[in-house]
């Protein structure tokens, strides 16, 4: 490969400078200080916002603070209440934007500033009044771990009821019209517009979130029906607590929207009594950096074009974590085009992550940024540490040898393996091998594993009521994706700091590593008339499958005795097969060396053609070696058969 390390650092450098503004997300404190109801008020600019924090005298421990989303003068008692007692309070003035994607990056930047630069707590409470809570709710469902509470008065929980006006309410066409504009949505895209407040709800109850709702009982602007209403029947629906508070005596005015405050101590008492008193521990303390991501950040600010690949097992396949960093990707860089890999497979691990890394993603053209994770499977299927590290290793080094840019993060998932190991003060083997790795070749990783461990020990969630399972229910998929965010905010802040500086593949780990692993197809294997090739191989016995393991080619016999032979070169070799509740045991020799059984059924064979991938010889010459595989005459244990069903070859060719 021709590199021009020169030409290269150039670059670099000059793209570090065109970095710079779309990087650096918070702005320092201006000196412009002047008094808020006898506090003192610091006013700010977050990303071109005008904003300001309020002092209180004596700041509570934990500093707990009130952010207000709209309209901070209206209404102010809650506020006062709580400044005396020790709460701080903030504003950012994002209005007439409408919760849009511009006014959440300005929000988490304001977030990002009053909590790492002036240390106000984590877990700020959200006050919402009438159009406000189209911010603190958007950005609430976007940030459920962020949030203590929310109080919300009079509240536009939908923009259909206002501004559209297309329910009960009297709605506001020049505020529709706006609304529209601002998102680009036509009339039709409006209506048809699905993150309101009122919708996708479940990481913020999972959550458990609390949100108190105080209306007024004739409000025509928002109508209780359309809005508070409809937000607490859906919240509570999935586990969220929200109740309604309705006011009925007067005066009210601007339609009902208008209405004076009951019992402001009781109000503010909410607020207190449901501020965090533990505080969380933070993201940055289980996300390493390294040499982060600004290869990544370069050609998505740059060049407005990026590929991100997510390699992974079932934590990554099912719905959660892998499509909020998409749509937060989209929305963080707006005029970028993107393009998505999804390459979660259920059940597979390291081992065959290293061996499908060319077809399933690399074939697919230069990637950008990688996300891999194989610490939850690697435990569940038994794969030991030194394939592990040959794996891992293996997989980095093919993936920078197509593309020496790529940035690539490893995650390392919580599963109950893990935190029992934790619990007796040993770090997972799994854990120790992806950071061995990671800080071989300078990547960053996230050890969600620890995380986890020490979150549910600080009492800030359990396993069994919030997290559990390994699949992560939603509030995990929702934590997972938090500490994504968190690694992408603080590699910003690097990259605008520093230049990227190329640096060659360090030596290897382990001189067999699987970095040039891939597929050999099963046509090359000769067999005897025990074996059939099926180029549309599906299920006859009714039993489950996994996407991409079903109406493929795949090589089969299910009668003892039945041979077939390989030639294949390399220093590895291995099959992917296909483990259902038929699968049988082979013996197979390398190079007519001595045969060593192996059953290929699994626990879970029984109820699904389960893709299964073993190692079946590593650390050999790089010279042409001959394979030999037997089916055996015995069943394994629970086994209804003795197929074999092979979808491909593995092979590693140094």
Not at 487 to 497: D, G, N, S, V
Request: one cysteine or more; aromatic letters at 12%; hydrophobic letters at 40%.
């Amino acid at each position: 490969m021709n590199f021009n390390y020169a030409n290269f650092v150039k670059r670099i450098c000059v793209a570090a400078v065109i970095l710079l503004p779309f990087t650096v997300l918070y702005a320092s404190a201006q000196s412009n200080y002047d008094k808020w109801k006898g506090f003192e008020r610091v006013s700010v600019k977050v990303n071109n916002f005008n904003g300001y924090y309020v002092k209180p005298q004596h700041p509570l421990k934990g500093n707990p603070w009130v952010w207000r989303a709209s309209f901070p003068d209206w209404h102010t008692d809650i506020d006062s209440i709580l400044l005396t007692k020790g709460f701080h309070i903030a504003y950012l003035d994002a209005d007439n934007l409408y919760g849009n994607a511009l006014a959440m990056q300005a929000w988490d930047a304001f977030y990002r500033q009053l909590t790492a630069q002036l240390n106000l707590s984590a877990k700020p409470a959200l006050e919402a009044v009438s159009r406000g809570a189209l911010y603190a709710l958007t950005w609430a469902k976007r940030n459920p771990d962020k949030v203590s509470c929310i109080y919300a008065e009079t509240p536009v929980y939908d923009v259909k009821s206002w501004p559209g006006g297309k329910g009960k309410g009297i709605g506001d066409s020049a505020a529709w019209n706006e609304f529209k504009s601002i998102f680009k949505f036509t009339e039709q895209q409006a209506l048809a517009y699905h993150d309101n407040p009122i919708d996708n709800l479940e990481g913020l109850a999972a959550f458990k979130v609390p949100v108190l709702n105080v209306v007024g009982l004739w409000d025509q602007i928002t109508p209780l029906a359309e809005n508070a209403a409809l937000f607490v029947s859906r919240y509570n629906a999935l586990g969220g607590p929200a109740t309604v508070i309705p006011v009925t005596a007067g005066p009210q005015t601007m339609n009902g929207h208008h209405i004076p405050i009951p019992n402001v101590e009781q109000l503010a008492n909410f607020i207190i009594n449901n501020t965090a008193a533990i505080e969380p521990l933070p993201y940055s303390r289980y996300i390493n950096v390294r040499s982060g991501i600004a290869n990544f950040e370069r050609s998505a600010v740059i060049k407005k074009k990026a590929v991100v690949a997510f390699l992974g097992g079932s934590i990554t396949y099912n719905p959660g974590w892998r499509q909020k960093v998409c749509t937060y990707l989209q929305e963080f860089y707006p005029q970028t085009q993107f393009r998505f890999i999804a390459a979660g497979i259920p059940s597979l691990g390291s081992l065959p992550h290293a061996f499908r890394l060319q077809q399933d993603v690399l074939d697919s053209g230069k990637v950008d940024l990688l996300f891999l994770e194989a610490a939850v499977n690697d435990r569940v299927n038994g794969t030991d540490s030194l394939t592990q590290v040959r794996d891992l290793e293996g997989i980095v080094r093919h993936a920078k040898r197509a593309n020496p840019n790529m940035d690539i993060v490893m995650m390392e998932f919580a599963d109950p393996d893990k935190n029992h190991d934790y619990d007796g003060g040993k770090t997972p083997v799994e854990v120790t091998n992806h950071e061995l790795v990671a800080n071989s070749y300078g990547l960053a990783s996230i050890n969600l594993a620890k995380e986890v461990h020490d979150k549910i020990k600080n009492r800030e969630f359990s396993w069994d009521d919030d997290f559990k399972d390994l699949h992560p229910s939603v509030f995990g998929q929702e934590l997972y994706f938090a500490n994504i965010k968190e690694l992408f905010a603080i590699c910003r802040e690097k990259t605008a700091q520093a230049t990227v500086v190329y640096k060659q593949l360090p030596s290897k780990l382990n001189k067999f590593s699987f970095a040039n692993g891939s597929y050999y197809t099963i046509k090359n294997a000769k067999t005897d008339k025990n074996w059939s090739l099926n180029a549309n191989w599906h299920p006859t016995d009714n039993t489950g499958t996994r996407e991409g393991f079903v109406n493929i080619p795949v090589l089969s016999a299910t009668t003892a005795g039945a041979r077939l032979t390989l030639k294949f070169k390399g220093d590895a070799i291995g099959i992917a097969v296909l483990s259902g509740p038929d699968a049988g045991a082979i013996n197979y020799s390398i190079d007519n060396g001595a045969y060593k059984r192996l059953s290929l059924y699994t626990p879970w064979s029984s109820s699904l053609h389960l893709p299964w991938y073993l190692l079946l010889g590593a650390g050999l010459s790089n010279t042409t070696h001959s394979l030999s595989i037997i089916i055996d005459d015995a069943k394994p244990e629970g086994s209804l058969g003795k197929a074999c069903r092979i979808v491909n070859f593995l092979v590693n060719k140094p």
